[in-house]
């Protein structure tokens, strides 16, 4: 039974070893070919191919109009109801502030005299 385990071990591993051989030996084919077509390229020809690109793209820019960028504009007001919305902000959060202090306080207070008082203060959010 030892004498058929081994052998079947042994064809598993080699089958497994064809297959990693045969991996690399696709991996090495497609690089050499990889090799192949870059050496075929006429990489001076491609280099004056894009410089002609770049010299006809400036070219068509320079013939586009030239926008005004520098025009002032002027700032939207803002409106009536954006400005209430603000104010009603800064109130809640100076409203806030002061309930965190407060919390902060008696924490601090129920602390020092031993107490397990705990406050939670509003997180920030």
Known sequence: MEDQFKDC????????LKRMDHGWDELRSEF??????????NLAQ??????GLCERFDDLSLRLPRIDTSRNVTPVEPSPELDRIRRQIEETEK???GVRKEAVEINYSSKRHGRRTVIATPSTT
């Open 95 to 97: 409203e806030l502030q």
């Open 46 to 51: 491609l280099s004056d191919d894009i410089k």
């Open 32 to 41: 050499k070919l990889l090799r192949e077509e870059v050496s075929a390229m």
């Open 9 to 16: 071990t042994r064809n598993s591993d080699s089958d497994e």
